[in-house]
């Protein structure tokens, strides 16, 4: 197969574009450069769209000997993930950009591009698997559950997964840092990406307010009485404690912690941490990663974030929407993230919630 290699410049995406090329097939390196001026991006290696990282991108695909070429993904990565990013923050909700990222620019505009270029598919380093059956390719976990990234491809519809090749499911971590090395790739120990790309500092509030302005609000308890004041309510998420700055505290000095965040009156909401369960979550935008969910309440287990412990559930998908009630209530869970929900390792749907309860 003609095969498209996105390499960010990171240990995954190299060994993953070799194995590509081991099996035969005729691969091309790409790397995505996501800023038109990448120094204002973060420096090192915690992102994973620096300047420095596409040096390393191009020295791996020599090592590997496949040609290279950087695409310029700016003006699309910042229309849909960097303005959806600030637009989410001050709806109130709690976006995940690395999510928006893959659906927009890694899989849809460059599986897109990919195919009217004549190429089969596009292969990354993510950790995940694919599985071929009768019904079409269907995403599952992959093998190393510390590196599991199936949560944030589950954004994937079933065309872009039967065009996506992740050739490290089955392979844990440790030995993928082995096998770079073995195949003479100076990024073997380099560390792996973190945090939000297009945050410099990882100081998520502070980039907002720079860029959307700061206006003093008040932080009221569920009574509506004042306890302190805030410079954007679209700084903070549910379930937050710390950095609260209140000027009244707990009779018993016990933490208060955001239950909501109201965006039209700037206003946000705290109290006690068990005011955070919830039992139920509703998410719209659904996207179905396999098989139709056929009518009726299913059996699974619905995720909530990257790293986060599946929980046990009961789903039904009906006009467009995608409800999971939990067998046991839930701490902190913002609308704006994803819920995705699985069938043992199977990624069945995922959703952008917008109710709990």
């Known amino acids: 197969m003609k095969l498209i290699a996105a390499m960010s410049g990171g240990v995954d995406s190299a060994v993953a574009a070799a194995r590509a090329v081991e099996e035969g097939h005729e691969v091309i390196g790409v790397h ?14 915690r992102g994973c769209c620096t300047i420095e990282d596409s040096h390393d991108a191009r020295r791996a695909a020599d090592v590997i000997g496949i040609p290279f070429y950087i695409w310029d993904m700016a003006e699309e990565f ?12 001050k709806a109130g909700r709690t976006p995940n950009p690395c999510l928006r990222c893959n659906e927009k620019i ?24 694919t599985v071929d059956s009768p019904e ?11 590196k599991d990234q199936s949560y944030v491809l589950a954004v994937l519809n079933r065309e872009q997964i ?11 971590k440790v030995d993928i840092r082995i096998e770079a090395e073995r195949r003479g790739l100076a990024l073997a120990q380099k560390p792996d990406s973190h945090d939000i790309c297009f945050v410099p500092s990882g100081d998520n509030a502070g980039w907002l307010r720079d860029r959307m302005g700061s206006e003093d609000g008040p932080i009221v308890d569920q009574d509506g009485k004042q306890l302190g004041t805030h410079k954007g309510a679209y700084t903070y998420t549910i379930g937050q404690r710390k950095g609260l700055g209140l000027t009244v ?3 018993d000095g016990s933490p208060r912690f955001v239950l909501k965040i109201e965006p039209v009156t700037n206003t946000v909401v705290v109290g006690a941490r068990e005011e955070l369960a919830i039992s139920s979550m509703r998410g719209e935008k659904t996207i179905v990663c396999g098989p139709e969910i056929t009518p009726g309440t299913h ?8 790293h986060g412990t599946p929980l046990p559930a009961t789903y039904s998908y009906e006009n467009g929407y995608l409800t999971a009630h939990l067998d046991e209530p839930l701490l902190g869970l913002a609308t704006g993230q994803a819920m995705v929900i699985y069938e043992g390792d199977r990624v069945v749907a995922s959703a952008t919630i917008c109710e709990t309860a």
């Open 299 to 306: 059996r699974g287990f619905v995720q909530v974030r990257a």
């Open 78 to 89: 910042h229309e849909n993930v960097v303005e959806n990013f600030m637009s989410e923050y």
């Open 162 to 172: 039967s065009g996506a090749i992740f050739p490290l499911g089955d392979t844990e």
């Open 249 to 251: 505290p707990t009779a």
């Open 136 to 146: 079409g390719r269907t995403l599952h976990r992959a093998i190393d559950p510390l």
């Open 106 to 129: 890694k899989f849809a505009a460059v599986l897109d591009r990919a195919k009217k270029m004549g190429f089969d598919g596009v292969i990354t380093g993510h950790y995940a698997r």
């Open 32 to 45: 995505l450069a996501l800023s038109s001026n990448p120094q204002k991006y973060r420096s090192g290696a």
